[in-house]
């Protein structure tokens, strides 16, 4: 795109590029041989299939021309419809073809037969559409259904009406698809032998799309709901998806403008808030989120499964983590891998994968992956082709970038240890000897919050999950720790967990925390030439002293004991906050330093707290108050980091 812009749609919409866009997006670049398109492969075929209770789910069915063998079904369930993108416009119809089919070139080559319905209430199919289907539920509403009972029934029907299958079936999809497709295989039909939930939402409360540690993610959430609204169904509904008119280009200034999420969301219409509004009202974890967590539920799985995620994906990053352990921790027969390469939302469904911003990767991991990882694993199961997978957990190392492969995941060779703050901003593998009440503090104000980015955008740029941090650490409203340049690499797997004693002169606060890797004040540039001709250019982005966000994550401190029962702080009392951010494996490599920042606001990436105790959904511009912050370095206090590092 050429405007710095990515909303949790556009990600979304990339995630599932691989059965839209134009193959040579997809090809090699040095691929000399053209094949023959979707078209002269196979034919394609569509179907109203009928659940359990009456209700039609439409179904897109490609079957390979070449009938001289049979094929496994390799099915993708989603709510963003099964059409063929053409012309700007969502195609429905048996002559309107995509340029590709399912997740890889590879797989299209091998042979499938591919499946592409429209999830119950969405777009073609009939019946009622539900936010992240409840797997249980006491009163379900005529037309509502579970998605598990949905596959069973599709499965069984493919079965049976479509000629040539081997009686296997695989399913995958990417982000909502990921979730329908670990919510299709609880109770699993027997023919379902293997599946790949990629990204998927989890639990929408619990550090997914919709709250981060209590925080409301305010710029993903009010990009997509924009978009993603109910229609009347059966329909093609909408064709396309356009991006929030803004009338400006910088989303800071913007939500700033309107500051509580009433006014916020007062600027969109009464159909972008139907699904938004919420997600707002219940910011506790109650009902209305446990009930959609489907992690609870996935159990009774008779399948392979194959959970993929990316280190940088900002919107469902600890969806694959928490579907690969909840899938290990209840079954034990079939095969249950993890695979998290250095990528953004969706970005190895079709992306090269060898930079992120201004980050490289050294190689094409998103080829590497598809090639080597993910069309293996369909193959292996769904035809009997090549070997079984080996290890269980196959993590890119930022930093080194290399692949490594583990037995499990985290590993469990990686020991705990804690980076305290310490005096001068300095960071310490040793705890310190403080002998008094020592602490350092700052002031947030909501009025002028800390951004998340340092330039102009509208959405949730992708690259800010590695974006230097450089702006925000000379901003007097954060703090900075930071270690000598290292003597040797230290490499960290696993979750990283603040643990923190803090105090705050209002009755509620945020604390941020962000674990970076800072490069050496000598680093090598890429060479951009001089042309004494030419006008002079912008300054060049240098690398040297770049400060990579290698993790960062908040903590709404009212929840800091309970995210049910939030309770308030007494201001100006000490109280202890630890918290768990999601999972890295990366290696600050010698020479570099380790950093962390520490701060109130990150916005609008969350929503801004009044820092004042109270219901944010319905907080008013007199409630924001400015705040005294301090984070304490005292005896039986000391504040720091705890990271799980792995032995040299």
Not at 36 to 65: A, H, Q, S, W
Not at 490 to 515: H, M, Q, Y
Not at 628 to 644: D, E, M
Request: charged share 20%.
């Amino acid at each position: 795109m050429i405007r710095i812009r990515i909303s949790r749609l556009a990600c979304l919409l990339l995630a599932l590029a691989p059965a839209v866009l134009p193959l040579s997006v997809l090809a090699d670049a040095d691929d000399a041989i053209v094949k023959p398109g979707v078209r002269e492969r196979y034919t394609k075929y569509e179907y109203r299939i009928p659940m359990r209770d009456g209700t039609r789910l439409f179904t897109v069915v490609y079957v390979p021309k070449d009938t001289a063998k049979t094929y496994p079904f390799l099915m993708i369930r989603t709510p963003y419809g099964s059409g063929v993108h053409d012309s700007g416009q969502a195609r429905y119809g048996v002559d309107f073809y995509p340029n590709a089919l399912g997740p890889s070139k590879e797989m299209e080559d091998s042979g499938y037969i591919f499946v592409s319905q429209d999830v119950r209430g969405r777009y073609m199919s009939e019946g009622v559409w539900q936010e992240m289907t409840p797997h249980l539920k006491a009163l379900r509403q005529p037309g509502e259904g579970t998605e598990s009972a949905d596959m069973h029934d599709t499965v069984e029907w493919l079965l049976k009406n479509i000629p040539g299958n081997n009686g296997k079936v695989g399913i995958w999809g990417i982000s909502y698809p990921g979730f329908y497709t670990s919510a299709s295989i609880i109770d699993s039909h027997p023919a379902i032998k293997a599946a790949s939930p990629q990204a998927p939402v989890t639990d929408l409360f619990m550090g997914d799309d919709s709250y981060h540690g209590g925080a409301f993610m305010l710029a993903a959430n009010f990009d997509f709901y924009s978009n993603f609204t109910v229609e009347k169904n059966p329909t093609t509904l909408p064709g396309a998806w356009h991006p929030f008119d803004y009338g400006m280009q910088d989303g800071y200034a913007y939500f700033l403008k309107y500051q509580n999420l009433s006014q916020i969301t007062a600027q969109l219409n009464e159909k972008q808030r139907e699904l938004l509004l919420p997600t707002i009202a219940h910011n506790t974890y109650d009902d209305f989120w446990k009930s959609r967590n489907i992690a609870a539920h996935l159990k009774n799985i008779h399948a392979a499964v194959l959970t993929v995620g990316g280190w940088y994906d900002a919107e469902d990053l600890q969806g694959p983590l928490t579907t690969y352990q909840t899938i290990k921790n209840s079954q034990k027969e079939h095969y249950n891998g993890l695979v998290m390469g250095p990528w953004s939302h969706g970005g190895w469904g079709m992306a090269d994968g060898k930079t992120l911003g201004h980050v490289s990767f050294d190689s094409k991991t998103g080829e590497y992956y598809r090639k080597r990882i993910l069309f293996p694993f369909f193959e292996y199961y769904l035809k009997g082709n090549g070997n079984k997978p080996g290890a269980e957990a196959t993590m890119f190392e930022t930093g080194t970038n290399v692949w490594r492969s583990y037995p499990s995941w985290p590993p469990q060779q990686a020991k705990k240890q804690t980076l305290y703050f310490s005096a001068n901003g300095s960071l310490s593998w040793n705890e310190p000897q403080e002998e008094f009440n020592t602490f350092d503090s700052y002031i947030s104000d909501p009025k002028k919050p800390v951004p998340f980015i340092s330039y102009t955008a509208t959405g949730v740029p992708r690259e800010y999950m590695v974006g230097d941090q450089r702006f925000s650490a000379t901003r007097p409203d954060v703090l900075t720790y930071q270690t000598e340049p290292l003597e040797e690499d230290v490499t960290v797997a696993g979750p990283v967990e603040p643990a923190l004693f803090v105090s705050t002169s209002g009755t509620d606060a945020d604390w941020i925390v962000k674990l970076i890797d800072v490069y050496p004040a000598e680093y090598p540039e890429k060479n951009m030439g001089r042309d004494r001709m030419n006008d002079v250019p912008p300054p060049a982005m240098t690398m040297a002293g770049y400060q990579q966000l290698v993790r960062g994550e908040p903590l709404r401190g009212k929840f800091r004991n309970s995210f049910e029962k939030p309770e308030p702080f007494v201001p100006g009392k000490v109280a202890a906050i630890r918290y768990r951010m999601p999972d890295v494996l990366h290696t600050f490599r010698r020479g570099h330093r380790i950093m962390v920042q520490v701060q109130s606001s990150w916005f609008p990436l969350i929503d801004l707290n009044p820092q004042k105790f109270m219901d944010l959904a319905t907080a008013k511009a007199e409630d924001f108050q400015a705040a005294t912050q301090r984070i304490y370095r005292s005896p039986g206090q000391y504040s720091g980091i705890v990271l799980p590092v792995l032995p040299r």
